[in-house]
């Protein structure tokens, strides 16, 4: 497979010139109108609504954006991050696909427009009276679905790691006990790297749920989903917490499971002495079982080792799966290294429609977004849908986060080389509880 894929005309031609266009244009922001913006009153209300929780001391931001002597120092980084919608890190085209999320930390086009207008009138102050009651964030460094859940109720550690100031990137993968004496439920998953060395060395974790389920009866799932080996987990990189399942759907974990770890390390000039990551793990009340259950799935677009990006080229990359029973697909994460610019999902359903459900065009390597659904925006896929996955990656010395664009660069696990695949969470349905859904979001459609 080439890089540029005739096939790929069948929706991802129409999509490339809109993908890279709007991932190379940031957005204008004209003047407004008005009285001065200043900082109390109109721009500290979008900092707490859409920055704080990162941006505070002790948190994963570079710098504290609680007061307006914070804010002010960084005012013209600020703009030019909020102009280019690099921050907050919601990196999905807002102009296609599916539009509403669980987890939308986006700015308007309206708030843009304010925090660019503050800096460009001056970075005002502004009445400290008009300055809002500070916001309460959970602890950065502690469980952040706790204000959801209460604290977890299973918590698995992983060994000790002890990472040397200089070497290269290393792939931990030890097997811990999940000390499980019973059937459980899971509803929700955080991972937790150790704060603040954790966070530095680690490029991304995944965990794989270990249990022989042969002989397992009265399990809630679809029957596709049978497998001797429960799979993935749950998988972190910068930018993500955890997973939370749909009120009708969990993972299911039992006695005697393991977890396998895979922690990816990387140097930092320093040595990092037992270093370790968290599992939390959320359970839903005993004796609660979920109807269905949700299977992580890695779908690889760039094909493993056929990755092939020239020097100084944008190229794409793209891949094709059929579903082999009906689904409710939860989320869309793109993850790709250094080189990677943009990813579009898309379906052609059997009956020959043809539709784009998600599409990020400003993709941020260290940032590793989960979009995930609302409720009634998840997309149900018919059994025989065709998901066709399309990846661009930027070689070219226009990709400021390129470490070499004269070097021609194929797949490999180092931050230095690439790779393109999305993690999704498919939710697998019957064919009865399929149509009943699809007949329930009909039904609402036609009564707005």
Same mark, same amino acid.
């Given at each position: 497979?080439?890089?540029?894929?005739?096939? =790929?005309?069948?929706?991802?031609?129409?999509?490339?010139?809109?993908?890279?266009?709007?991932?190379?244009?940031?957005?204008?922001?004209?003047?407004?109108?008005?009285?001065?913006?200043?900082?109390? +009153?109109?721009?500290?209300?979008?900092?707490?609504?859409?920055?704080?929780?990162?941006?505070?001391?002790?948190?994963?931001?570079?710098?504290?954006?609680?007061?307006?002597?914070?804010?002010?120092? $960084?005012?013209?980084?600020? +703009?030019?991050?909020?102009?280019?919608?690099?921050?907050?890190?919601?990196?999905?085209?807002?102009?296609?696909?599916?539009?509403?999320?669980? *987890?939308?930390?986006?700015?308007?086009?309206?708030?843009? &427009?304010?925090? #660019?207008?503050? !800096?460009?009138?001056?970075?005002?102050?502004?009445?400290?009276?008009?300055?809002?009651?500070?916001?309460?964030?959970?602890?950065?460094?502690?469980?952040?679905?706790?204000?959801?859940?209460?604290?977890?109720?299973?918590?698995?550690?992983?060994?000790?790691?002890?990472?040397? /100031?200089?070497?290269?990137?290393?792939?931990?993968?030890? !097997?811990?006990?999940?000390?499980?004496?019973?059937?459980?439920?899971?509803?929700?998953?955080?991972?937790?790297?150790?704060?603040?060395? =954790?966070?530095?060395?680690?490029?991304h974790v995944l965990t794989t749920l270990q249990q022989a389920e042969e002989g397992?009866?009265?399990?809630?799932?679809?029957?596709?989903?049978?497998?001797?080996?429960?799979?993935?987990?749950?998988?972190?990189?910068?930018?993500?917490?955890?997973? #939370?399942?749909?009120?009708?759907?969990?993972?299911?974990?039992?006695?005697?499971?393991r977890i396998r770890w895979e922690i990816h390390m990387f140097a930092i000039g /320093? /040595?990092?002495?037992? *270093?370790?990551?968290?599992?939390? #793990?959320?359970?839903?009340?005993?004796?609660?079982?979920?109807?269905?259950?949700?299977?992580?799935?890695?779908?690889?677009?760039?094909?493993?080792?056929?990755?092939?990006?020239?020097?100084?080229?944008?190229?794409?990359?793209? *891949?094709? $799966?059929?579903?082999?029973?009906?689904?409710?697909?939860?989320?869309?994460?793109?993850?790709?290294?250094?080189?990677?610019?943009?990813?579009?999902?898309?379906?052609?359903?059997?009956?020959?429609?043809?539709?784009?459900?998600?599409?990020?065009?400003? $993709?941020?390597?260290?940032?590793?977004? *989960?979009?995930?659904?609302?409720?009634?925006?998840?997309?149900?896929?018919?059994?025989?849908?065709?998901?066709?996955?399309?990846?661009?990656?930027?070689?070219?010395?226009?990709?400021?986060?390129?470490?070499?664009?004269?070097?021609?660069?194929?797949?490999?696990?180092?931050?230095?080389?690439?790779?393109?695949?999305?993690?999704?969470?498919?939710?697998?349905?019957?064919? /009865? &509880?399929?149509?009943?859904?699809?007949?329930?979001?009909?039904?609402?459609?036609?009564?707005?």
């Amino acid at each position: 497979m080439t890089h540029y894929r005739v096939a =790929g005309m069948l929706l991802a031609g129409a999509l490339t010139v809109a993908v890279l266009s709007a991932a190379q244009s940031p957005s204008t922001t004209p003047a407004r109108p008005g009285p001065p913006i200043t900082f109390t +009153k109109d721009v500290a209300p979008i900092f707490q609504q859409k920055c704080q929780v990162c941006h505070q001391p002790n948190s994963i931001g570079p710098m504290s954006l609680i007061t307006y002597e914070d804010a002010r120092k $960084f005012a013209t980084r600020i +703009k030019s991050r909020v102009r280019a919608r690099v921050m907050p890190p919601w990196h999905i085209d807002k102009t296609v696909g599916i539009r509403e999320f669980k *987890n939308d930390r986006s700015l308007t086009d309206e708030q843009v &427009e304010t925090i #660019v207008g503050w !800096v460009d009138g001056g970075a005002l102050q502004g009445d400290p009276k008009d300055m809002p009651p500070p916001m309460q964030f959970p602890d950065p460094t502690g469980w952040q679905l706790a204000k959801q859940f209460g604290p977890p109720d299973l918590i698995i550690k992983s060994p000790p790691y002890t990472l040397a /100031e200089r070497t290269q990137d290393k792939w931990f993968r030890p !097997v811990t006990d999940t000390g499980l004496t019973e059937p459980r439920w899971v509803r929700a998953i955080e991972i937790k790297p150790s704060y603040p060395d =954790g966070r530095r060395i680690i490029h991304h974790v995944l965990t794989t749920l270990q249990q022989a389920e042969e002989g397992i009866t009265g399990l809630a799932h679809s029957a596709h989903d049978v497998q001797t080996n429960a799979g993935l987990f749950m998988e972190w990189a910068v930018g993500k917490v955890g997973e #939370v399942f749909a009120a009708d759907a969990g993972k299911l974990m039992l006695p005697g499971s393991r977890i396998r770890w895979e922690i990816h390390m990387f140097a930092i000039g /320093e /040595e990092i002495k037992d *270093n370790q990551v968290e599992l939390g #793990v959320y359970f839903y009340p005993k004796g609660v079982v979920p109807k269905h259950r949700t299977v992580l799935r890695m779908f690889d677009v760039s094909r493993g080792s056929e990755l092939d990006i020239p020097p100084g080229e944008v190229a794409m990359t793209q *891949n094709y $799966f059929v579903m082999q029973a009906p689904a409710r697909i939860e989320n869309f994460q793109p993850h790709m290294h250094m080189r990677g610019k943009a990813m579009s999902v898309e379906a052609v359903y059997p009956d020959g429609r043809k539709e784009v459900l998600s599409a990020v065009n400003n $993709f941020q390597w260290n940032w590793h977004v *989960n979009y995930i659904y609302a409720d009634h925006t998840a997309p149900l896929l018919p059994k025989g849908t065709v998901l066709i996955f399309t990846a661009w990656h930027d070689n070219t010395t226009a990709n400021p986060n390129n470490p070499d664009p004269k070097q021609w660069v194929g797949w490999g696990d180092r931050t230095v080389d690439e790779m393109a695949h999305a993690w999704v969470d498919v939710t697998y349905l019957d064919q /009865e &509880e399929f149509d009943r859904l699809l007949a329930e979001r009909k039904a609402r459609s036609a009564k707005k």
